[in-house]
């Protein structure tokens, strides 16, 4: 997938592998700023602020987390009982991203491997990066699996133009390399398929017109910016072709929590017999839960996300209010999608059915 090849990483490690470095994705399109991460409150606050987003990335960031902890522990016996509470603190940045837990807990895994404590630094490192890597390796696959759907739609079309409609970013910048929503459709592009997107615009906070937009543009891939209400009536005008999206936390029977808004796409794709795809690596499977609307934590956020917009006016840098400034607000990150209304799941091992019948037949270890 060369359209999807960066030359950065949304977070690596410094030369000296003493520092986390990542893309602050706050500033981005008009501002492309690097951050350094040298502590775990470091780590928590860029998780928190969402200066790393996207489930797989948070879970990423976790796993790095855990290793500065080890790092900056300078004792030459490091306390179990210091990292257990550091990481603790680091799998509550965010409550909704399974993800974040399952870095860190992978992470710990390995460190109760390692009783020399003088190797537990390099044990923990290596530990964060094979996370990185395996993560990166997952959305490559979710592409290779993704692009049997969208060629099928190509052929039905006789090669004309595969509309598809997605919501936030689920790209590299939220996952590592190609992404996961992104993932086949890069992958449909670097074999010659026409390929347009819908990119909803995603508020609050923009994820889509700032950062899925910057993604497809510096990839050459076509794509038009649309209001979030935007979408049903395009699907309505047989104008969208298939919805893909990512998921924060997707339970054992196929209820999916992402981005505030994705429900409402999956009805309008349901009501005009659209397929809805959710591309997501096992990561984000929590195997534990059963009943998406009941258990899974909904996020509520800071209100200024919503009451204010960040822009570029004359290139600067300009933040404005929006509502009235007493009006009352209330800020739910992200929403539930039932089993029911999505097509399938486009995993690293393949694309099953959003039952747990058939997301377990893909992984039956669990």
Not at 7 to 34: A, C, G, S, Y
Not at 160 to 167: E, Q, R, S
């Amino acid at each position: 997938m060369k359209g999807a090849e960066q030359n950065l990483q949304p977070i690596w490690l410094d030369q000296n592998l003493e520092v986390v470095k990542v893309i602050d994705q706050r500033r981005l399109p008009h501002e492309f700023v690097i951050v350094d991460l040298k502590t775990v409150d470091d780590i928590i606050m860029a998780i928190k602020e969402m200066l790393v987003r996207g489930a797989p990335l948070i879970g990423v960031t976790g796993a790095f987390g855990v290793y500065l902890a080890v790092l900056n522990l300078k004792n030459d016996r490091i306390s179990d009982r210091d990292l257990m509470t550091a990481c603790d603190r680091i799998k509550s940045a965010r409550p909704t991203a399974v993800n974040l837990a399952w870095g860190v807990n992978r992470v710990v895994a390995e460190l109760s491997k390692e009783k020399n404590s003088a190797k537990r630094c390099e044990r923990a490192r290596q530990a964060a990066e094979k996370i990185a890597e395996a993560e990166a390796k997952k959305c490559w696959k979710i592409g290779e699996h993704g692009i049997g759907l969208i060629k099928k739609i190509s052929e039905q079309k006789n090669g004309k133009t595969v509309n598809i409609l997605t919501h936030c970013n689920a790209g590299w910048l939220a996952c590592g390399k190609y992404g996961t929503a992104t993932a086949p459709i890069y992958a449909a592009v670097e074999n010659g398929i026409d390929i347009h997107v819908w990119v909803d615009e995603t508020r609050p906070l923009n994820q889509g017109a700032r950062l899925t937009a910057w993604e497809l543009g510096e990839c050459g891939v076509k794509h038009t910016i649309i209001t979030d209400n935007a979408g049903g009536h395009l699907m309505q005008h047989r104008m969208v072709d298939m919805v893909i999206v990512g998921s924060d936390r997707t339970t054992c029977t196929g209820d999916v929590a992402n981005k505030i808004g994705t429900y409402l796409k999956a009805l309008a794709a349901r009501d005009n017999n659209i397929p809805f795809y959710v591309a997501l690596p096992s990561s984000t499977f929590d195997w534990e839960l059963r009943d998406g609307l009941v258990e899974i934590p909904i996020e509520k956020r800071d209100a200024d996300e919503i009451r204010y917009v960040q822009g570029e006016d004359e290139g600067i840098i300009r933040r404005v209010l929006i509502p009235p400034a007493n009006s009352p607000v209330a800020n739910f990150a992200f929403d539930v999608t039932p089993a029911r209304f999505i097509t399938g799941f486009i995993t690293e091992r393949g694309i099953c059915k959003a039952t747990e019948h058939d997301i377990k037949k893909l992984f039956p270890e669990k």
